[in-house]
């Protein structure tokens, strides 16, 4: 039956090109935002993994900040440290030659105090981020000699977070401590058990004191050899705690690339699916807009019958 009340033709080609124009604006807005699901209209589920994982991605990028400044701390310690040990290897040289018959050894002290303003230069330098691990004050109220860096964000099974740090234990590297109890490697002290009998440190020895003897040379050079065993010792800790934060900083690195490809799986747009689609949906477009003209013109024809 033919109306010019009710054009069924017409209705169905609008409906058509309606249908046609939605999936051409959701087409559009794929490939000008690169995502398939862009908000939580798309994909409720997918939305809020995706959501969640890009939050926890941007707390591991700051996990990974804390962890390359983590790193420069013991960088700067365990070079400080290797230089100590050259200048306590040096200044044990010097002693072994003041044990030679007949040196000066006022001129030799002059060398060794050189070499122990030196280690006390090396010591306070030794400094990052307002932390100093080689000296420092163990009385100190807010004290701690085990230092954290934060090295993990984790998200368990039921959702909850924490997070994950890397323990370093710093008693063992300092050299100096200003405690009042001269604590650390280099001003520890030792009484010599020759005829001078001094209470020195590998800081403080001095081969001018009065009485000075070969006993007290020899066990000043026993005391700074303890001394480099204890610094190597102290030393191969810190290199063995960078490496471990270097590595934990590559694997963070690494999981963040593969929850971007994840996120990546869940909401972005197949952009070569996504172009072929357009091209296909702009012809249906076209063609509706036809159907839609033709339809529409039909109730002209009717006006032919009246002539």
């Known amino acids: 039956m033919s109306s010019i009340l009710t054009n ?28 398939r699901v862009s908000g939580a209209d798309d994909n409720a589920a997918y939305w809020s993994i995706a959501t969640t994982m890009r939050s926890d991605n941007k707390a591991l990028g700051t996990v990974q900040d804390a962890l390359g400044l983590g790193s420069a701390k013991v960088d700067v310690a365990y070079t400080g440290m290797n230089s100590a040990i050259d200048v306590v290897d040096e200044i044990k040289s010097k002693l072994v030659a003041a044990r030679e018959p007949g040196v000066d050894k006022a001129k030799i002290q002059s060398e060794i105090g050189e070499l122990q303003n030196q280690l006390t ?51 063992a590297s300092k050299l100096f401590d200003a405690n009042g109890a001269a604590s650390g490697i280099l001003d520890t002290t030792f009484l010599t058990t020759g005829t ?75 952009m070569t699916k996504e172009s072929t689609l357009l091209s296909a949906l702009q012809t249906q477009q076209q063609l509706g807009t036809q159907a839609l003209s033709i339809a529409n013109s039909s109730a002209q024809s009717i006006l032919s019958l009246f002539r």
């Open 8 to 35: 069924s033709a017409a209705m169905t080609a609008l409906k058509s090109l309606q249908a046609t124009n939605a999936a051409l604006d959701t087409t559009q807005s794929r490939i000008s935002t690169g995502l």
């Open 121 to 171: 230069s090396i010591a306070n330098s030794a400094s990052f981020s307002g932390e100093n691990w080689l000296s420092h004050d163990s009385s100190a109220t807010a004290y701690s000699a085990t230092k954290e860096v934060v090295a993990s964000f984790n998200r368990a099974s039921d959702g909850t977070v924490s997070v994950g740090t890397v323990s370093i234990d710093t008693s």
């Open 196 to 270: 001078g009998a001094v209470t020195v440190s590998v800081a403080t020895l001095d081969l001018t004191a009065a009485n000075i003897d070969d006993t007290d040379i020899d066990d000043m050079i026993s005391a700074v050899d303890g001394a480099l065993t204890s610094m190597t010792s102290s030393a191969s800790d810190l290199g063995a705690s960078k490496g471990r934060i270097d590595m934990q900083s590559d694997f963070v690195s690494n999981l963040m690339d593969a929850i971007d490809r994840g996120i990546g799986t869940l909401v972005d747009a197949d």
